[in-house]
């Protein structure tokens, strides 16, 4: 004998016509993430059994009405309303585990979900009432090991489904590559702790490039169900990091030897640093600085004993709307002994001073912080929330977005 209950009503002497329980896997096929119940049921309701469905239509111990199309209508509402508590008994035995282990009224996946509620009149007092519901749960079945009953139970879950992604490397003529990652990641509805899916981004999707990579770009698109979150990671490998704090950095190094045989030489360095939100735009400039130096130091003393020490240009830009500064310095070597003579222009392989970056090469290891996946401006993505057109003055919108818009100048 089967027994259901929905939404605080029980259906008298239900009889089944269905009930189904599919595994449901992943749009790759590979994890199995959802057990799916698809039931359906009949029974024959009858003003006397108001009392047992809805108590609220009882007065003095008699019902309201005994129009069965009056009866119907009541409990209605009840069945169809999604993500209500659901039980399935046979024999006294709970055939959906899940619906009890979660000790929540929704299922895993924003259910249960009623399909349909069907009235067919026998007689003035009684219909027969065709109901039919889907309902999605994580089922983790265990046996005992005597006659103990229940027999299987069912282990409390995690949070997440299943997280899912491939990964792409596409390699220039260079040989430098750039991989992509993309993926999705599913959590349960009827997650013990309650848990958004953004609020597991950083734990399911990696937030730090591999050694030798700097991170382009990251994308997440919460999708509206509010279970599912889509992303997409990009990382592209570069000859050398960027001097820390800094994220990215573009520069070069000039050098000009002139005068008779090259006696008189000038060496330049050109340096642009960005960094993030919140990165100090002076400990920029202070990089930038130190690098210039250090670039002139040791690259003028591979040439001369004097190396170049007279400073004869310096110019700082600094981004007033963007965390960007650019320095350039200039340096001039006076003529020495080693410049005559041809040496100047053998000067020129030296491979080391030449090919040299100041701090860079001494922290190839440096990546930037990134963070975690929120980035500095801390957004979490949500989805709509449930909602019903049956509840009055209610407005959908989204109450996480506040905009503070400054009055222009001048503006009353």
Same mark, same amino acid.
């Given at each position: ?26 749009? @790759? ?9 698809? !039931? ?6 009858? @003003?006397?059994?108001?009392?047992e469905l809805l108590p609220a ?42 619906? !009890? ?51 299987? $139970? ?18 220039? +003529? ?5 991989? $992509? ?55 592209? *490998? ?9 994220? *990215?950095? $573009? ?18 360095? +050109? ?56 320095f350039f310095m200039t340096a ?33 290891d440096y990546v930037p912080d ?29 109450? $996480? ?12």
């Amino acid at each position: 004998m089967s027994l259901v209950a929905y939404n605080g009503i029980t259906l008298p002497f239900p009889f089944t016509t269905s009930f189904a329980q599919e595994a449901v896997y992943e749009s @790759s096929s590979t994890d199995w993430y959802l057990n799916r119940f698809i !039931i359906q049921v009949q029974c024959v309701l009858n @003003s006397n059994f108001v009392a047992e469905l809805l108590p609220a239509l009882m007065v003095n111990n008699a019902p309201i009405s005994s129009n069965p199309a009056d009866i119907k209508n009541a409990i209605y509402t009840k069945l169809m309303t999604p993500r209500q508590s659901l039980s399935f008994k046979v024999n006294g035995v709970e055939m959906i585990p899940g619906a !009890i282990v979660s000790g929540k009224t929704v299922d895993a996946q924003n259910g249960p979900q009623p399909q349909r509620c069907i009235l067919n009149q026998l007689t003035n007092k009684s219909f027969i009432l065709t109901w039919s519901c889907i309902a999605n749960y994580w089922i983790n079945n265990s046996a005992g090991l005597n006659a103990a009953s229940p027999v299987v $139970t069912n282990a409390v879950g995690g949070t997440i489904l299943y997280n899912r992604w491939e990964e792409i490397q596409d390699i220039d +003529n260079r040989q430098f590559t750039t991989l $992509t990652r993309t993926g999705r990641a599913v959590i349960r509805s009827d997650n013990a702790d309650g848990v958004t899916v953004d609020q597991v981004r950083s734990a399911m999707i990696p937030t730090q490039p591999p050694a030798g990579f700097l991170r382009r770009s990251s994308r997440y698109v919460v999708d509206k169900s509010g279970l599912g979150i889509d992303y997409a990671v990009v990382d592209v *490998e570069v000859f050398k990091k960027p001097p820390a704090p800094a994220y *990215e950095a $573009t520069g070069a190094y000039h050098e000009k030897a002139a005068g008779v045989m090259g006696a008189m030489r000038h060496g330049q360095v +050109n340096i642009r640093l960005r960094g993030a939100k919140d990165t100090p735009q002076h400990i920029l400039i202070e990089r930038a600085v130190t690098l210039a130096s250090a670039k002139l130091h040791v690259r003028g003393h591979a040439l001369g004993k004097k190396g170049f020490d007279i400073i004869t240009d310096a110019q700082l830009n600094v981004n007033l709307f963007d965390n960007e500064i650019e320095f350039f310095m200039t340096a001039m070597m006076g003529s020495t002994q080693e410049l005559i003579g041809g040496n100047a222009i053998a000067a020129f392989k030296n491979p080391v001073a030449l090919t040299y970056t100041p701090l860079s090469d001494e922290f190839p290891d440096y990546v930037p912080d990134y963070g975690n996946s929120h980035g500095t401006a801390n957004v979490f993505l949500q989805a709509a929330a449930y909602y019903d057109p049956n509840l009055t003055n209610t407005i959908v919108r989204d109450t $996480t977005r506040q905009l503070n818009v400054g009055k222009q100048p001048g503006a009353k």
